[in-house]
Every structure is written in C-alpha cells, then in structure tokens.
C-alpha cells in the first residue's frame, strides 16, 4: 500500500475517533423550525333526534348530508377542516345518526373556543335547529371566540299541528294505600276546536279518562288526578294523548313516569299490664300519622307468631303480676324490636332492672314523686320545634318512681325531671342505642293529662302528637345490621351507565373485599345480564353499562365467612323523551348568535353561498410559526451516515489496497 494512501487512511481514522469523542460530550444543535399551519375551519353538526322528529326526517337522513359532505370537502381543499357532531356530549368525528337525546349547544360553542384559542381559526360553523334542552342559554354566556361563527339554520320554523304531553309532575315515593296526585300539562298547537282523550294507563288497565277540548290553537292547560298506590314497589304508568289528524310528530303524545310504591307503615304493638288512659293517648297519637299502624293487646293474650313489629311499647312491663320471664314479654325481648318502656305504679323494678334498657332504678319505699318535664338542650336524636320546647315544659306532672336513678350504656336523656321548683338531673324520657335495638324508657304514668292540657291551653294535639311521634319514628327505624349491601339509585335515564358500589363486613363488622362479588340483573323479560364487581382499596364497584329502558331486578352474592350473603332489589331504567317535547326551530337563537360574533346564517339550500363567503375572506391566510429547539447532535440522522461513510471508506481503501 502506498504511503500517501497510509496517509490518508490514518488521517480519516483520525477524523472519525475525534468525531466520535466529540459525540461523548453530547453537544446540542440549536435550530430553527418552522411550521406553516392552514386556517382551520371548525364544523359543528346537531346529532340530536329533534331534526328527524318532523316531516323533514328523509331529507336531513339524505340530501342535507350529501350536501354537508360536500361543503367539508371544498373547504379541506384550501383550509383545515375539523368536524364535530354534538347532542349531549360533543364528539370529535362525523358520525351523523340524529340519536342523541339531549341537544347542548353551549358546550360544543366551550368546546371550541376552548380548544382553538390560540390557534388559526378561520371559522365556526354551526348547524343546528337552534333548540336546546341541556345547560344553559348560549346567548347568556360570553364566549372568548375570536373567529366569526355561521350558522347553518336547520329544521322548520313553522308551528304545526301538534299535540304535546310537555310536563308530569308527580312524588318520587307513595305509600301503599294512600292516594297521590299527579299534575299533568298538555299542550297543543294548531288544534283549534278539535277534542281528544287523555289517558293514564298502567300496564293494561286504563286508571283514567279525560276528554280534552282544545279551544285555541296556542292551547295549554294542567290537569290533576289522584291515582291509587295498590301495589307495592316500583311501578311505571304511562300518560296518553289520542293522536289527532295531520299530526306533526307523535312521538310526543305519550309520557311515561315512576313512582317507587312503599309499604311505609310501621307497625307497633302496644303490650299492657293493664287497661289505663296513657294507652289511649298514645294510640291515638300515633294513629294521627298514616305511616304507622297500632295494635293494642294486654299481657294475657297471644300474640301471633307471623307477624311483625317494628315497635314494641311495654306499658308497665314487667309488673307485679306479668315478669320478664313470661312466654309473651320473652318473645318480644329476643327478638331485634325496638322497646318503649313506660314505668307507672304497676312495675316490678327489680325485674325491670335486669333489662337492657340503658337504666335502673333502686327504689328507696313506695312513695312517688310528682314531676315535670325540663328539656335537655343537648339532646341530638331527633328535632324538636321551638314553640313545642317552651309548650311541652309546661305539662302537668308525671307520677315517678321514688329512688336512685343509674343510667347505663351511651344514654340520651331527651327530658329531665323538676320536682316542685328544682331541676334535677334525673331522668324522665331517656333513650339508648346498641348495636341490636332502640330503646326508651319513660320513667313515669300519666301523659294522658299532658295530651289533655294541650287541647286546653291551644284547642290542638299538635305539642303531644309531635313528641310521641317523633319518638316512634325516630325507635321504629331498623338498625342496618347487614353485612353485605348493594348501593344504588332506584332509577337511571336511558344514556347513563348503571353505576353500583358493594360493601361487604367480616363478623366484626369491618370492611373486606376478599372475595368476589357476582351480580346477576334480569329485565322485565327474564334476560340475565351477569356481572362481576372490580375491588376498589376496601370494597366493590361496577360499572353495568347502559341498559334498554324497562324494569330490573338484581340478585347479587357473595361468601364471607364460609357462609354465603345474598343481597337483592330493583331499579328501572327511563326513557329519554326531551327531543320531542319542542319541534319548532329557534331560528332566532342562531341568527343572534351569529350577529354577535361577527358571522352570518344560511340555510342548507345556502350552503354553496357560505362557501363563497368563507372562501373569499381576505382575512384567512397560513400563519407559520416558528421556534428555536435544541436537540442532541447524536439523535440526528446524517450523524450516522457520516461515522458510517468514513467506516466504510477505511474498510474499502485497505480491501483495495490488500491492507487486510
């Protein structure tokens, strides 16, 4: 090999070492990058089912979105072009199915101005009827829209025949045999001197008929009916209006709506010792309420074994003559119920005070006491009106037991009592709670004279009925002692996902999710959707989708302990039906819009005209942005090419030259 070849063979070597040291170093190349960006166009399309719902449906399924893929296509010619469509959520595509349920035009207007405010916008195109039913006003808001906004004006101004269920009102919850009202608002359109019958209907049976005489043609009227709850639990009715000839759309002549049907009643039992005048008071009191239902018996009698209390009131139990050990005062103090003792002359308080009341009392001789009620301002349980506070101070006294008074437990003393003029610290009305049940213990007899003096001093009950039933309402509550529970809502709109969390508790009542938590839903027509819930950090949740509108029930279970915990219940879930309520175009609201951010409306015939417009705008031009970044000189592709070409001219010089 030739010197002068050596030569230059050791010279590129040189090079490229050098070259590759320098490399080590990571040296950074400034450079200047420049990016041109077209003016952007923002077309924003209405998904919702209102312009489908009127005599045009064929044409905005058809002609009107060959005509607005077309406008999308001229315009990416010379501008970039993003397309939304929106209904109740905004979505960044060109699915057109007019399907949505809900119409928010001020969320897709957010949207925009959001997303595009430092960008090169062009223009905001918006088609819509200029309905919406979801968030608020556009026109109220004050959008940073730096771009003008056409409109593209969609549906029929043009107020047609049409007759609307536009509103039911009714309570979420009934109770079983009551009555409840329902408010229904109609209204009707170029009917003029036209009838029609509305209907209430639950499943096949008609609950009610009215003939409807529409006497203008801008009718609207309410109408109030008073249906039946005789079925327990959920249960959905439907309103009717007959459709009339040449109706615009009739999708909007029905409306269903849910009521959850309760069997509310609380049932009590009130055992006595003996007849006496408090037991009258109280049943009448509590009989007052609707919610709640009475039975009085006497400790000689036989309860029966089928049935329920919530409450249990121990009129002078266990006295003298009936104890605690009795067959009948055992039954009722195994089971979970809530207890109202009432102590009088005929108790036996040393039986008494081997009871879990949450007191004893230790009498030192047979004498009573006369006392009076005095509020204890700290009490927390339940509420009680201020004018009754002062009113129920004034009642007339109790006769008390005469003794030491020991409260045991976490106890609530709701009333305490005066003797003569001194306030004591004893007792009168005293409630406690355990894990296992309610109870209170009214340290005296005679609040017959308390209903008494109510009636003498204000011509009402209103004082006493207060005190007796917030007490019921307050020891019939059932304390939740499941360790498994499902936690939902009783009732889900059409488009949104059946969210549910489980809770399952270990025998000490603690939270686990050790095992898996399998669900199974079940429609009206006996198809099974089975699920598994997900473990969150201590419990379950599941997400179930979105299910077809109609009635559920679910079964769900779970094995804790060795033993298997079953929870079940039922939710529904309700159609959408907002779409159809209003078919009339706002043309307005999108006329003004437009004014307002500098930009004109067109109708879909027009469309070839708003072309034009935007096209000849002087001032939408490219914009090139440019910016100074520092990358690694490693990372750049020609680096390699260079170390390789010097790589690759050593190795063919020395191949050439016979140097290997």
């Avoid at 003016?39 to 209102?50: E, F, K, R, T, Y």
């Avoid at 049976?205 to 006497?215: A, F, G």
Wanted: hydrophobic fraction near 40%; include cysteine; proline fraction near 3%.
């Amino acid at each position: 090999m030739p010197a002068y070849i050596k030569m230059a063979v050791a010279f590129f070597r040189f090079i490229l070492v050098s070259f590759l040291a320098f490399l080590l170093l990571n040296p950074l190349l400034k450079i200047l990058v420049r990016t041109i960006e077209k003016p952007i166009i923002v077309l924003a399309q209405d998904n919702s089912q209102s312009l489908v719902l009127s005599k045009d449906s064929l044409f905005y399924q058809t002609v009107y979105k060959e005509k607005l893929a077309r406008l999308k296509e001229k315009l990416e010619d010379r501008f970039e072009v993003q397309f939304y469509s929106f209904g109740q959520t905004v979505r960044h595509n060109d699915t057109l199915t007019f399907t949505e349920k809900t119409t928010d035009i001020s969320s897709v207007i957010e949207e925009v101005t959001n997303k595009y405010s430092n960008r090169n916008l062009g223009a905001f195109i918006l088609a819509s009827d200029g309905i919406f039913n979801k968030e608020e006003n556009p026109l109220y808001a004050n959008y940073d829209l730096t771009a003008p906004l056409y409109t593209i004006a969609l549906g029929d101004t043009a107020i047609r025949k049409d007759v609307v269920v536009k509103k039911v009102y009714a309570n979420r919850f009934a109770y079983l045999g009551n009555k409840f009202p329902v408010q229904i608002d109609i209204k009707a359109h170029k009917c003029k001197n036209e009838s029609t019958q509305l209907k209430i209907i639950q499943g096949k049976e008609i609950l009610h008929t009215k003939t409807i005489e529409i006497k203008n043609d801008d009718f609207f009227q309410s109408f109030t009916f008073l249906l039946e709850a005789n079925k327990k639990g959920m249960q959905r009715y439907r309103v009717v209006v007959e459709t009339l000839k040449n109706e615009v759309s009739v999708t909007n002549n029905t409306k269903d709506f849910l009521i959850e049907i309760i069997d509310g009643r609380q049932k009590v039992l009130i055992l006595a010792n003996a007849p006496h005048p408090d037991i009258t008071a109280i049943k009448q009191a509590i009989d007052a309420n609707i919610n709640f239902e009475t039975k009085v018996m006497y400790a000689d009698e036989v309860i029966n074994e089928s049935e329920k209390y919530n409450l249990c009131i121990l009129h002078q139990l266990p006295s003298t003559k009936v104890s605690s050990s009795s067959p009948l005062i055992k039954k009722i103090l195994n089971s979970n119920t809530s207890l109202w003792y009432i102590l009088g002359t005929a108790t036996n308080l040393n039986d008494f005070n081997t009871l879990s009341s949450g007191i004893s009392i230790t009498p030192t001789g047979p004498k009573l006491n006369n006392a009076t009620p005095v509020l204890n301002t700290t009490f927390s349980l339940f509420t009680f009106d201020n004018e009754n506070k002062k009113f129920l101070e004034n009642f007339p006294p109790l006769y008390t037991p005469f003794g030491n008074y020991k409260l045991n437990g976490n106890p609530y003393i709701f009333l305490n009592q005066k003797i003569g003029s001194v306030k004591t610290e004893t007792p009168l009305f005293v409630f406690s709670v355990n894990s296992d049940r309610k109870t209170a213990v009214m340290n005296g007899e005679g609040i017959w004279r308390w209903k008494i003096y109510n009636y003498k001093e204000a011509g009402n009950y209103i004082c006493f009925n207060e005190m007796i039933s917030k007490t019921i309402q307050f020891l019939s509550v059932h304390i939740d002692k499941s360790r498994f529970k499902i936690i939902l809502k009783d009732s889900y709109l059409e488009n949104e996902p059946i969210l549910m969390d489980a809770e399952n508790y270990n025998e000490s009542f603690e939270l686990v999710n050790e095992n898996e938590v399998q669900i199974v839903i079940t429609d009206s027509k006996k198809k099974k959707y089975p699920f598994t819930f997900s473990k969150t950090t201590q419990a379950y949740f599941l997400n179930a989708g979105i299910l077809p509108v109609g009635n559920y029930t679910y079964k769900a279970v779970v094995k804790s302990a060795g033993k298997e915990l079953v929870e079940q219940g039922s939710f529904t879930v309700d159609a959408i039906q907002i779409e159809s309520v209003e078919l009339t175009a706002n043309h307005n609201l999108l006329y003004a819009l437009s004014e307002r951010y500098k930009g004109r409306m067109y109708i879909p015939e027009d469309l070839e005209k708003m072309f034009n417009e935007i096209s000849t705008r002087k001032d939408l031009f490219n914009v090139s942005y440019s910016e100074n970044k520092f990358t690694d000189i490693i990372n750049m592709k020609w680096v390699f090419f260079v170390l390789m070409a010097f790589v690759s001219i050593e190795w063919f010089v020395r191949k050439y030259f016979g140097g290997y």
